[in-house]
Structure formats: structure tokens, C-alpha cells
T-cell receptor, first 110, second 116 residues
Framework: GQQVMQIPQYQHVQEGEDFTTYCNSS?????IQWYKQRPGGHPVFLIQ?????EVKKQKRLTFQFGEAKKNSSLHITATQTTDVGTYFC??????????FGQGTILTVHP | DTGVSQDPRHKITKRGQNVTFRCDPI?????LYWYRQTLGQGPEFLTY????????KSRLLSDRFSAERPKGSFSTLEIQRTEQGDSAMYLC??????????????FGPGTRLTVT
């Protein structure tokens, strides 16, 4: 079945440093979604990428979808303590249910 | 609050007991999903409904698990003869059906199950 691998599993940064998490799928994805889960919270949708090579920005967050639609990345510029949480990518092999990566846990030290 | 709600938020039960969880999705969403999440892992898909039809079930969903969405609105997830390995956070999510421009999933707060 489809697998979505995410690296790194953990990332510790000093406030102000940049952060990147990578997501790789064993199959081509029709689209990919990114979610953030705060400690003790539930996943919250961040963005959806659909087109090959797509790049989207949300303030300090930059999301990319690979040309082959099998990988994606999330980059945060100048992290803040409010960025703490687990970032998940999730993809469907076709439209429907999501397969989540195992997530990257981001810790930001003030 | 017009988000996804789940009840109860916490459930402690003894091994062998049956438990039932409820999910109320966002009212205009016709898709409803159940996931299970254990510590340090991403949510694992269990099953989903489009309206009242259960369209897919994961192999993770043993015959002790059953889900219903009788009127295409709220859903229940029942676990019979609970085992300690069932301890997890059970998340419900809802979305519009594919074909819409964006069908991101909105998650509820989850029901944390502890089986002793």
C-alpha cells in the first residue's frame, strides 16, 4: 500500500532559525496536504498542494510539491515559539482518505 | 461552535468491556472519517463514510470494531471486547467530498481511550 515517509522525526531549533521537513511518497499523489498538531491538540489543516512543482507561501511558511508529485517540503523561516508542534504531510493515492506521514516534531528554544 | 465535536473526550475502561464513541461533523460535510493515533505517530485511517454509506475500512479495523452513520449526520464507533492495544486517541474528521476545490479534513478534539 501507499507509504508516506517524513524526515526528520525530530527537529530542535533556536528561535529565529529556519526549519524544514520533507515528505516522500512511494506512489504519485494526486495532491498533498499539510497539517499541524500542537501538543495535546488535534491536527489542523495548513494547506493543500495539487499541481506539479507548486509552491505556496503562508507568511513564514513555504510549501513545495515536487515535479513528480511524489515529494513535498515545508520550510519555516525564522521560527517562533508558536511554531512548536508536529507537522504532518498527508497524501491520497487518489481522491479520498489520507495517509499520514509519521510527522516531524518541532521544538523551538527561546 | 460549528466545528467537529466528539464525545466523550476521555474514556477509561477495563479490558473486555465495550465502548462507543460519537462524532458530530460539520453540518454541510458529507464525508466523515475515523482515525486512530498513538503517541509519536501520525493518524492511521480506520474507515470513512460518504453520507450514510461506509465506503472503505482499513485492515486495522478488526471485527471488534464497527462504525455507523445512520442518517448521514453523526457517526458512532464501537469497540467490542476492548484490549489494551486499543488504547489510543480516536480522531474523527469531516470534509466535503472530492470534486470540490478543496476538501481538507477538519478534525475533532478526539476521544482518548485507556484500556486497563
Amino acid at each position: 500500500g501507499q507509504q508516506v515517509m517524513q524526515i526528520p522525526q525530530y527537529q530542535h531549533v533556536q528561535e529565529g532559525e529556519d526549519f524544514t521537513t520533507y515528505c516522500n511518497s512511494s506512489t504519485t499523489l494526486s495532491n498533498i496536504q499539510w497539517y499541524k498538531q500542537r501538543p495535546g491538540g488535534h491536527p489542523v489543516f495548513l494547506i493543500q498542494l495539487v499541481k506539479s512543482g507548486e509552491v505556496k507561501k503562508q507568511k513564514r511558511l513555504t510549501f513545495q510539491f515536487g515535479e513528480a508529485k511524489k515529494n513535498s517540503s515545508l520550510h519555516i523561516t525564522a521560527t517562533q515559539t508558536t511554531d512548536v508542534g508536529t507537522y504532518f504531510c498527508a497524501g491520497p493515492p487518489s481522491y479520498g482518505k489520507l495517509t499520514f506521514g509519521q510527522g516531524t516534531i518541532l521544538t523551538v528554544h527561546p | 461552535d460549528t466545528g467537529v465535536s466528539q464525545d466523550p473526550r476521555h474514556k477509561i475502561t477495563k479490558r473486555g468491556q465495550n465502548v462507543t464513541f460519537r462524532c458530530d461533523p460539520i453540518s454541510e460535510h458529507n464525508r466523515l472519517y475515523w482515525y486512530r493515533q498513538t503517541l509519536g505517530q501520525g493518524p492511521e485511517f480506520l474507515t470513512y463514510f460518504q453520507n450514510e454509506a461506509q465506503l472503505e475500512k482499513s485492515r486495522l479495523l478488526s471485527d471488534r470494531f464497527s462504525a455507523e452513520r445512520p442518517k448521514g449526520s453523526f457517526s458512532t464507533l464501537e469497540i467490542q471486547r476492548t484490549e489494551q492495544g486499543d488504547s489510543a486517541m480516536y480522531l474523527c474528521a469531516s470534509s466535503l467530498a472530492p470534486g470540490h476545490l478543496s476538501y481538507e479534513q477538519y478534525f475533532g478534539p478526539g476521544t482518548r481511550l485507556t484500556v486497563t
